[in-house]
């Protein structure tokens, strides 16, 4: 398993300054987020221009808040600037979102993926003639494409995937599978990872050529009990979307649900911190460095690629940039040793 770090900071600058620390480590990979205050795709690029070597990628940009034209453009630019270490992870991103931010109605969320990444896939590829595609949900119409620039090597996608369907259309039509950021191991394991096996088996597709990835929300601080909390905070936030449902399956989980979505509706940020503390233990790595390490040993067997998510639901934005640099010793360390 290969471990890599998502960049969280709301200030742009101060994130691409983890990007360079990051690189300078030497660790597996940096990846951005997406929000409505963040450009994944704008921070790859500036974390592409100001790195050599590792790997940069996006978790995740939402795949129907940009048109597959202006996604795959900005995809191509990213891989030709970061000289082919570019991984464009993608997910649907829930209903409330796609309706209240980027005003497209999700309708049969899975299919519509499958044929979105392709048609992602065959853009960036396309290099001159006319380009058609028309299908159940897009439908793209060019008479004259031409990219003089240097052709980019191909771009790998990931798609994320919390239910059944959609870990499914993950797995028929992506290079790689994301879980959701408080995907317990029991949720990986026996939802997710057979349906991926299955698919890729239907696919012809081996197994090493399919990453098995997922976020992982990961608080490092010298004061366990403060490492705790802060994660708490993020897994209770998380758990509130209806959404998220299949991540959370027992009576318990449903009750700390409830009071997690509560206190938000509430504004009481403590309160969620509260319910996510009932949640947090096997959904979250946290403590002191070294014991976020050993945390992520039941990972280990689980997953090609674990993300470090750092929290950020109602921590100072300082609090979050110092858990970053700890994070990056952290991922350091897991790969030297690994």
């Known amino acids: 398993m290969k471990v890599g770090l998502v960049i969280v900071d709301e200030d742009p600058a101060v994130a691409v300054e983890v990007a360079k620390a990051a690189d300078a480590a030497g660790i597996h990979s940096i990846w951005s987020i997406d929000y409505y205050n963040r450009s994944s795709l704008a921070r790859s690029a500036a974390f592409a221009a100001a790195t050599g070597s590792v790997l940069v990628g996006t978790s995740v940009t939402p795949l129907f808040a940009r048109s597959p034209i202006a996604l795959a453009a900005a995809a191509t630019d990213i891989q030709l600037l970061s000289g082919g270490r570019f991984v464009l992870g993608v997910g649907s991103s829930t209903r409330r979102m796609n309706r209240d931010w980027y005003d497209v109605d999700l309708d049969h969320p899975a299919p519509r993926v499958e044929e979105r990444v392709d048609l992602v896939r065959r853009l960036m590829a396309h290099h001159g003639g006319p380009f058609t595609h028309e299908g159940r949900f897009d439908a793209v119409h060019m008479a004259h494409f031409e990219r003089a620039a240097p052709a980019a090597p191909a771009v790998p996608i990931l798609v994320a995937g919390v239910g059944a369907r959609m870990t499914r259309a993950a797995a028929r039509s992506a290079d790689g599978f994301f879980g959701h950021t408080v995907a317990s191991v029991a949720n990986l394991t026996q939802l997710a990872r057979p349906i991926v096996d ?123 940039t110092r858990n970053e640099y700890e994070l990056i010793d952290v991922a350091a360390e897991w790969n030297r040793s690994g």
Do not use: M, W
Not at 224 to 248: E, I, N
Not at 249 to 276: I, K, P, Q
């Open 198 to 320: 299955t698919e890729l088996e239907k696919r012809g597709c081996a197994r090493s050529e399919f990453a098995f990835a997922s976020q992982i929300v990961a608080a490092a601080d010298p004061d366990p009990h403060a490492a705790r909390k802060q994660a708490a905070a993020q897994v209770g936030f998380y758990s509130t979307p209806k959404g998220y449902d299949a991540l959370f399956t027992s009576e318990v989980d449903e009750a700390h649900r409830v009071e997690a979505r509560n206190a938000f509706l509430e504004g009481d940020a403590e309160g969620v911190v509260e319910a996510g503390l009932g949640l947090v233990d096997d959904r979250a790595v946290f403590g002191r460095p070294e014991e976020v390490r050993t945390q992520l040993e039941r990972y280990a067997d689980v997953l090609d690629l674990a993300l470090l998510y750092p929290p950020n639901f109602g921590v100072d934005p300082q609090a979050v």
